[in-house]
């Protein structure tokens, strides 16, 4: 896997289209100061908490490269007006993805919680992925839409490296409306623990999680691979660590 640029290096760049802030291959980025941020009742500190409404990405951090495009949108939200846009298609090279900055050193929890609206679906055997935490550099458990069937299922990263897969829901997820996904990881090895919940109902929840990694660096949404394809709309995020 080749090693992404983040948003201060050349390559992910923004520009206004269309009232719209976009990150992309182009221009040059500019900055937004966060508008008042929605909350929620998961305990830890505050990483970031957004609606999003002020027109930036209020602590999230594109990374982008070919036809890939992460956008401040005021096509469609959950609230108010504006919400961010992950665009990838097929096309080489074509990536889009939004995460925090790193956590702080030795973060055991975090909880991610927003709202999700994905209006264009990926290849088969593909996905396009909700909420994604990694360990250093090492993607150790997320959840997505199976785009072959719609279903949700959790992928962790067991310590030998492999993927270990759990269905959360086995119908098929709408397409173009707005779902609410919150999930919680707490890295210990063989004894973490993790809870998934989406539209208000818990839809896993264990301790004993064998997965690789005893800390958290950060959360993701979207992809960190080239051509995952998807489009999906996110808004009302936020981010909690302890």
Excluded at 151 to 173: C, D, E, H, M
Excluded at 189 to 197: K, R, Y
Excluded at 200 to 210: A, D, E, H, L
Excluded at 215 to 238: P, T, W
Aim: with cysteine.
């Amino acid at each position: 896997m080749r090693k992404l640029k983040a948003l201060s290096t050349a390559g992910t760049l923004g520009m206004l289209v269309a009232g719209s802030l976009v990150f992309g291959p182009a221009s040059a980025a500019t900055a937004a100061t966060c508008a008042p941020a929605t909350t929620n009742s998961y305990p830890g500190t505050i990483v970031l908490a957004t609606s999003l409404e002020s027109g930036g990405f209020c602590g999230l951090i594109p990374q982008v490269s070919g036809t890939g495009t992460a956008t401040i949108s005021s096509s469609r939200a959950h609230t108010g007006t504006h919400s961010t846009k992950l665009h990838v298609t097929t096309d080489s090279g074509s990536l889009a993805n939004l995460s925090t900055s790193a956590f702080t050193s030795g973060t055991k929890t975090s909880y991610a919680d927003g709202w999700f609206n994905i209006t264009v679906a990926g290849v088969s055997g593909n996905d396009v992925p909700y909420f994604r935490f990694f360990s250093g550099s090492t993607r150790v458990a997320d959840i997505y839409r199976y785009n072959s069937n719609g279903q949700l299922w959790l992928r962790v990263t067991a310590p030998n490296g492999t993927f270990v897969y759990t269905k959360l829901i086995a119908s098929s997820i709408t397409l173009s409306a707005w779902h609410r996904v919150a999930m919680r990881v707490t890295a210990n090895g063989s004894a973490t623990t993790i809870q998934v919940w989406f539209d208000g109902v818990q839809r896993y929840s264990s301790t004993s999680v064998n997965m690789l990694g005893s800390s958290l660096s950060k959360v993701q949404l979207g992809a960190e691979h080239n051509r995952q394809k998807g489009d999906e709309y996110i808004d009302d995020i936020v981010i909690k660590r302890s």
